[in-house]
């Protein structure tokens, strides 16, 4: 056959079964024009085409079972030499592991077969390295060889030493060892890695599986399967890389999935990976984002201390040190590991005898480059406040440094302050970010310290109290922030006289300090005496007077006094101020107005002024800056107390984009945002979208705040709700319990988010139709609202209606009217028609009890309402 | 002659250099058909599990390596079919070979399959292979869309986007390429 009969057979076979069948005999016979052959294969063609599924229909999964498949768990012998298999312990990569006996000897062995061996050279050279490189090592902590050799298929196979015992990690976490036993056994492990080394085998899959423990604790190396002999690197690149590579990814040395670099330093990783899982409990999480282009060198895990749930039987200062430790082994670049397992050794044994580590660094210079390294990407910070911080050091790092170039005379006490800075924040930096408040607070409990102690120039002193308590007071610290401004000023009027207008400065920042804590006649004093100097002795348009009056905006217009803050902000917002100094005032007068104008009912000037904030920090950041994902979250958030929902999806969305893209998505504050805007897709009923977010963010939500957070709380509720939509009761109860047990804990029994998180699982009752468990929450709901609601509030109304039905269903009518009539007070106010199905089932409920009650003529006025009301797609009433 | 010879040998390099490509993911491959097998035997296929996933899971561990670098994700896909294709083929050979060498040595199976079953799978595929040789020679395109098909798992509109044909004109080569196929894998088959 050639290529133009192929063409034509295929015609005419396209062109026969488009007729009917009845046709099909003719035409074949005229288009195949007495040409038998032909004829004959397209009709051997149309019988395949009309039979059963064929080996090309059956699909792939099928036909490797069919070939591969059965090597799987069954070996095609049972029995072979003296050796007796009795069932497989495992497989992986390169063979599969049988348990045998020794039938002569009674022993029990490990086999393991290289099945399919014929399959390809480059396996059966690997089998065949795997045994020799096992025939070399001969020591207490590695597994032994015992024979070798291979079936009459030709399938290859050795012997060694069969291990029972526990994983490595499994061992550690049983009856909750102690850190110094595990680190004693980790360090046998080491030992034996090291006489590998020794005989110049790297190892390069060391994992917890392949390190097990006997019940006398001593611990066995296993599966030296790609191992590699050092003295043969050299020689071809290293041929197991990439194709037969089988590693296991969490444990791989970066360079070496990379480009194939490898070394004793390899192992050297495995093993930090390893003693951060026992430490911390769980593996590092590593950048994954993006996949191919994420740099993962420029990803720093979080501290092993940090991670898991530090064990109190250590002291803060040991578990330091074994940060330090454990982040060396593992550091992403080879040069900056212990160079030999040795090295690594040596610092356990260092840290068990109390002496100073090896690792510990203490070279500025370093922490610096790592710190400038990364102040555009990859913040690891563990919480939203710790990014604040973060973001705070780096910003006064810039101002700084700008700073310098002013004065030559400053230009010492500025780098010193941003020496103390890097110190102070390097630490952290290094080591990922702290993961709670409270590790910052300690951070900042030693800078405020040693800030004390440090006896330089009082000008120094001064910034460095105040640049510490702006900090305590961004963490909510006021006590230590009031202190810290309060020994600024004092330093600073000490050394510059009271009239001096950086006596203004701190003046300003403590009175803005105490805004925020709502002592405003004091704020309010504290700014206008620095605004007063200011004035006295600098030109109505320098900063520092703008600053004072912005500032005095702020306070006033936290305070209420909203008319006199518009009279402040608006010239500056109307004229603002030039210079990168000057974006900063107006950045910091536009949201305050913002608040004014929206307070005094002008909606629309508000809505600029925030859009302009948006801008602005869109234009100081870049489109991608949290700054402008969180200025874009405060809009969504009003937007979404305006009900407009889709407007508020939008910008969430945008937020969330930002967060993943400069936290990673496993960040707790991108989660937070994705938490939320789940709730709102939950809201819009899109469900499918909704729940893998809400599956996705609540095991980081949980590692990072804790079990029982608010956000969690939030997370599961929503989760609750997605479940009752779905019709998965059990869990939606289940989550919403989780919820409601989450927030009493918060925030007490009586509380505005507790009860509506009851009313969340009261409906779940409703729908189970177990009254008598919803009625008491629905009870507790309405009681908790109505005491901390205004007249008219609509979640009073929405539990009302619901305690309503509860009652109804009770057969209880008279208070279930009582209680649904308040309900339709209220739900019938709400413009709109987002509330119109909560209002016609009220309706509806209301006709029943009213029928119930023997009083028709109101029942008829509620059926009349319900019918005229009836949106032209009738949608299912709530709950049914 | 030296022209025909030459012609010859740049065959030969191209297609030994197609050969290490193969080589450097058919052990992959391998083990990915073997967990494919695992997940069938426990019943587990689904269609979260797929070839295609597990072509795209071969990807993932390998696109990092230095001569796939500026591989496309189809155009690997292409090569993993043929990686495929070719583990599967030698494999039954291998079988078949054994079975007609010696008695002894055939591989008995526990798993409620009969032997004849699994020496059809053998045969068919093999079948299979020298018929697809078959058709590539008289339409290069359409065997190529039959191996990503079949071995790797691509959908029409993957394949078409792939070989650069609409899908209409993929679903009507599939048709005949597939009637074509089966009436000389079994042609005796009822």
């Known amino acids: ?570 010239p500056i917002v109307k004229r603002p101020p030039t210079g990168e100094e000057g974006t900063y005032i107006l950045l910091d007068s536009l949201p305050p107005l913002a608040v004014a104008e929206q307070n005094t009912g002008h909606i629309d000037v508000a809505e600029s002024l925030n859009r302009r904030a948006l801008a602005l920090d869109r234009q100081l950041f870049g489109n991608s800056h949290p700054a402008v994902g969180f200025e874009l979250a405060e809009l969504a958030s009003a937007e979404a107390t305006l009900g407009r929902v889709p407007e508020a999806e939008k910008m969430y969305r945008e937020t969330v984009a930002i967060y993943t893209a400069w936290y990673g998505r496993d960040n707790p504050a991108t989660a937070q945002y994705t938490n939320i805007l789940a709730r709102i897709l939950a809201q819009e009923g899109k469900y499918v979208e909704a729940a893998p977010m809400l599956q996705e963010v609540l095991p980081i939500l949980e590692q990072a705040f804790g079990k029982s957070h608010l956000y969690v709380a939030l997370a599961l509720d929503s989760m609750g709700t997605l479940e009752l939509m779905r019709g998965d009761l059990a869990a939606a109860q289940g989550h919403a319990e989780r919820a409601v047990a989450i927030d009493k804990a918060l925030f007490g029994d009586s509380n505005h988010n507790t009860a509506v998180v009851k009313a969340h699982l009261a409906q779940i009752f409703i729908k189970k139709e177990q009254y008598d468990r919803a009625e008491p929450l629905l009870r507790e709901t309405v009681k908790a609202l109505t005491e901390r609601s205004l007249p008219g509030n609509l979640s009073v109304g929405g539990a009302q209606a619901l305690l309503g039905r509860v009652l109804l269903r009770e057969k209880h009518y008279r208070e279930s009217g009582e209680q649904l009539t308040a309900a339709y007070a209220i739900l019938a106010k709400q413009p709109g028609t987002s509330y119109l199905k909560m209002l016609q089932q009220t309706r509806e409920d209301l006709a029943t009890v009213y029928e119930a009650l023997h009083q028709p003529d109101k029942a008829a006025k509620f059926r009349t309402e319900l019918v005229a009301n009836q949106p032209r797609k009738v949608d299912a009433p709530i709950g049914n | 002659m030296p022209g025909p010879q030459k012609v010859r040998d740049k065959e030969a390099d191209s297609r030994s250099e197609e050969k290490r490509a193969l080589d450097d993911i058919f052990s992959l491959v391998y083990e990915e058909l073997r967990r494919l097998a695992s997940f069938v035997r426990k019943n587990e296929v689904s269609a979260t599990l797929n070839s295609t996933a597990l072509v795209h899971e071969a990807w993932l561990k390998l696109k990092d390596s230095p001569h796939l670098a500026s591989t496309s994700v189809p155009h690997f896909k292409a090569i993993a079919a043929k990686a495929m294709r070719q583990v599967l083929v030698d494999e039954a050979r291998r079988r078949n070979a054994r079975k007609r060498g010696g008695a002894g040595e055939a591989i008995r199976v526990t798993l409620g399959d009969s032997v004849d079953e699994i020496t059809s799978c053998d045969e068919e595929l093999i079948a299979l292979h020298e018929a697809l040789d078959e058709l590539k020679r008289l339409n290069p395109r359409q065997a190529e869309m039959v191996e990503n098909r079949f071995f790797a798992g691509l959908n029409v509109a993957e394949t078409a986007g792939l070989l650069g044909v609409s899908e209409s004109a993929v679903e009507r080569d599939w048709r005949a390429a597939r009637a074509w196929l089966n009436s000389k894998i079994r042609p005796d088959m009822e």
């Open chain 1, 1 to 570: 056959m050639d290529r133009a009969r192929w063409e034509r057979i295929q015609t005419i076979f396209h062109d026969t079964v488009a007729r009917p069948e009845s046709e099909q005999q003719a035409y074949l016979e005229t288009a195949c024009a007495g040409d038998q052959g032909m004829m004959a294969e397209v009709l051997a063609m149309l019988k395949a085409d009309s039979r059963g599924p064929s080996l090309l229909d059956r699909g792939l999964p099928e036909v490797a079972y069919r070939m591969v498949g059965a090597s799987i768990d069954s070996a095609s012998f049972r029995e072979f030499g003296p050796y007796r298999l009795q069932r497989i312990l495992g497989e992986g990569g390169m063979g599969v592991v049988w348990l045998a006996e020794r039938e002569d000897a009674g022993n029990l062995v490990a086999v393991k077969f290289l099945p399919n061996a014929g399959l390809s050279p480059a396996r059966r050279e690997r089998f065949a390295r795997e045994i020799k490189t096992l025939a070399k090592l001969k020591h207490p902590y590695i597994a032994r060889l015992y024979d070798a050799g291979a079936l009459a298929d030709g399938t290859p196979w050795f012997v060694m030493e069969y291990v029972e015992g526990l994983r490595f990690t499994e061992y550690c976490r049983q009856v909750e060892r102690p850190i110094e036993e595990r680190l004693r056994l980790f360090r046998k492990v080491c030992e034996a890695v090291q006489y590998a080394h020794g005989q110049e085998i790297v190892h390069r899959d060391l994992k917890p599986s392949n390190i097990l423990v006997e019940s006398d604790g001593t611990p066995r190396l296993l599966d030296f399967g790609i191992a590699k002999e050092l003295q043969s690197l050299d020689e071809t690149a290293d041929q197991t890389r990439p194709g037969l590579r089988f590693l296991s990814p969490d444990y791989a040395a970066p360079e070496w999935v990379r480009d194939g670099t490898m070394g004793v330093y390899t192992d050297v990783y495995s093993l930090g990976v390893i003693l951060y899982e026992i430490l911390a409990g769980r593996l590092p999480i590593k950048n994954t984002a993006g996949d191919r282009t994420g740099d993962a060198t420029e990803s720093t895990p979080e501290r092993p201390s940090i991670a898991g749930k530090r064990s109190s039987s250590l002291s803060k200062a040991a578990w330091s040190e074994l940060d330090v430790l454990c982040l060396k082994a593992m550091h992403e670049d080879p040069r900056e590991r212990y160079q030999s397992v040795e090295g690594l050794s040596r610092d356990i044994d260092h840290y068990l005898n109390g002496e100073p580590l090896e690792a510990r660094p203490d070279a500025l210079r370093y922490r610096l480059g790592k710190f400038v390294a990364r102040n555009r990407r990859t913040v690891v910070a563990a919480s939203l406040t710790v990014a604040m911080v973060i973001l705070l050091v780096v910003f006064f790092t810039l101002r700084l440094a700008k700073e310098r170039n002013t004065a030559l005379a400053e230009a010492t006490r500025t780098r010193h302050i941003q020496r103390f800075m890097l110190t102070l924040f390097g630490a952290a930096d290094r080591e990922a970010a702290p993961s709670n408040d409270l590790r910052v607070v300690t951070l900042l409990d030693r800078g405020a310290h040693e800030a004390k102690v440090l006896n330089s120039d009082p000008e120094t002193q001064a910034e460095l109290y105040e640049n510490l308590g702006q900090m305590y007071q961004r963490l909510g610290k006021f006590q230590q922030s009031n202190e810290l401004l309060q020994l600024g000023l004092e330093k600073r009027q000490a050394a510059l006289g009271a009239e001096n207008p950086k006596v203004a400065d701190s003046l300003i920042k403590m009175g803005l300090s105490r805004g925020e804590q709502t002592q405003f006649k004091d704020a309010e004093r504290l700014i206008r005496e620095g605004l007063d100097i200011a004035t006295r002795h600098l030109p109505p348009d320098d900063l520092t007077v703008l600053r004072a009056r912005s500032a005095l905006g702020v306070v006033l217009a936290e305070s209420g006094s909203y008319d006199k803050a518009i009279a402040l902000l608006n």
